[in-house]
Each structure stands twice: as structure tokens, then as C-alpha cells.
């Protein structure tokens, strides 16, 4: 119980806006907006998690250098349209462009077909941008998306690039869904897989990143999201039935 000058806070006393502004920017209305459910308690070390960046600008945010690695896709055909073509292109400091990223990759192939041709894809091809380090997994040749089991082996390569190495601290990666050109499939369906099995692949290859949402992710609205990732147990406890 609040006692003398001090007093307990409640909804009816939050202002987010000055002046009108949240009768203005009322989001029913709104295609692109998520709902952004609070963390559930957890004894799990900060530390041990993914945090999931909704709502933030991932480029914008790499441009400004809050990140010294960015993990994404790259393939050995044309990345023209993928997002370490942008990267590449407006970063300052690089002497990379998408053709030439793409030629690297498409060079690299041919040598371990030839030097490495028994070694395991899919390959992890590092870009220096001189502000920031890209770790590209290669998409595997002859194929025109990546599978689950593709990312899980590039994690786990991409966790031991990062292991004790300060330098390449902080570190977020996109979340190979709703790609252009590096698209991620289940072989099983033909389609993406959901956001929660592209998390728990990365989590479970050893990554602890930020990761950024792809903006159609934004359009869900009407269902809760969480920030960071293992999700609460009482997700699944939900699913089994249980309350």
C-alpha cells in the first residue's frame, strides 16, 4: 500500500504520447503492427537466449554500427535481390558489391568441388566490410533454397566462429524467412517453415544473437509475440491442453 507522497501507478495514469497522441495513433487500424507479449519469469541466464527484434529497422541499425556481425544467406548465382546485396551496397566501408559477393561464392564452390569435394555444405563464406563482419552460409550448389537441416549446420559453424571471440560481440542475423534470394524451405511441405522452428534450429545450434523478424511478420497483429526466445513453458503447456 502506497503511503505518504509515494503512489502506486496504474493504467489509467500511463501517458505513452503528449498532447492527443495515442487517440492518433490507435493501431487497430494499422496493417503493420505486432502485439508484444511480456517475458514470461525464467531462472535462464539472460545471456542464454535469443532476443527477437520486433519493430526495429535491421538496416538501419547495421548502418549505424550497433552490430559487428550479421549473420544471412548468400548463394553463387545472384544475390542482387538479397539482403547482403543492400548491406554491401550502403555500408561506407565496403569494397564489396553484390556481384562481386556473388562471385566469391560462386569461386569458393568451384574450388572445394575440387580440393573438398567429401566435406559437409552448407560452408560458412566471411565478407569484411571493414565496420562490420557478414557470415554468409552458402547456400548448397544446385539448389535454389536452404532447408532446416542446411541452417542447423550452418549454426553450428557459425556458434564456433563466434565462440570467445569478444571482437565479433554483438552479433544479430536475419531470419532466412521471406527471403528473395535465399529462401528457406521444409522439403516436407514445400513451404516455410514457422518462425518458432527457425528459433529453436538456431537456438539449439548454439547461437545466442539478436535475430530480426522479416517485415510480413509484422501483419500479425492479432497474435501475441514474445521478445525473446526459449518461449514460456506455459506456451506448451497451452498446446497440450492444459492452462
Known amino acids: 500500500m502506497a503511503t505518504g507522497d509515494q503512489h502506486t501507478q496504474t493504467s489509467d495514469d500511463v501517458r505513452l504520447y503528449d498532447d492527443e497522441g495515442e487517440l492518433l495513433m490507435s493501431s487497430d487500424q494499422a496493417a503493420d503492427r505486432v502485439t508484444l507479449l511480456p517475458p514470461a519469469y525464467s531462472r535462464t541466464d539472460p545471456k542464454e537466449r535469443i532476443r527477437i527484434l520486433w519493430g526495429q529497422d535491421m538496416l538501419s541499425d547495421l548502418l549505424s554500427g550497433r552490430y559487428r556481425v550479421m549473420v544471412c544467406g548468400v548463394n553463387d548465382e545472384?544475390?542482387?535481390?538479397?539482403?547482403?546485396?543492400?548491406?554491401?551496397?550502403?555500408t561506407?566501408?565496403?569494397?564489396?558489391?553484390?556481384?562481386?559477393?556473388?562471385?566469391?561464392?560462386?569461386?569458393?564452390?568451384?574450388?572445394?568441388?575440387?580440393?573438398?569435394?567429401?566435406?559437409?555444405?552448407?560452408?560458412?563464406?566471411?565478407?569484411d566490410l571493414d565496420s562490420m563482419l557478414i557470415l554468409a552460409i552458402l547456400r548448397p550448389k544446385g539448389r535454389d533454397h536452404f532447408t532446416i537441416e542446411d541452417l542447423k549446420r550452418g549454426f553450428q559453424t557459425v556458434t564456433k566462429m563466434l565462440r570467445n571471440r569478444e571482437e565479433r560481440q554483438p552479433v544479430a542475423s536475419v531470419s532466412f524467412l521471406g527471403a528473395r534470394s535465399n529462401r528457406l524451405i521444409d522439403p516436407a511441405t514445400g513451404q516455410e517453415p514457422?518462425?518458432?522452428?527457425?528459433?529453436?534450429?538456431?537456438?539449439?545450434?548454439?547461437?545466442?544473437?539478436?535475430?530480426?523478424?522479416?517485415?510480413?511478420?509484422?501483419?500479425?497483429?492479432?497474435?501475441?509475440?514474445?521478445?525473446?526466445?526459449?518461449?514460456?513453458?506455459g506456451l506448451d503447456t497451452m498446446r497440450a491442453g492444459g492452462f
Open 92 to 127: 561506407t566501408t565496403s569494397q564489396w558489391t553484390a556481384k562481386s559477393a556473388t562471385s566469391y561464392a560462386k569461386m569458393f564452390h568451384e574450388a572445394i568441388s575440387i580440393h573438398a569435394a567429401e566435406d559437409r555444405e552448407p560452408y560458412i563464406l566471411k565478407y
Open 194 to 233: 514457422s518462425f518458432e522452428t527457425v528459433l529453436r534450429t538456431m537456438y539449439e545450434a548454439g547461437y545466442r544473437g539478436d535475430i530480426y523478424p522479416s517485415p510480413p511478420m509484422w501483419r500479425y497483429g492479432h497474435v501475441g509475440v514474445f521478445p525473446s526466445f526459449p518461449f514460456p513453458e
Open 78 to 90: 545472384d544475390n542482387s535481390h538479397g539482403i547482403i546485396a543492400q548491406i554491401v551496397d550502403m
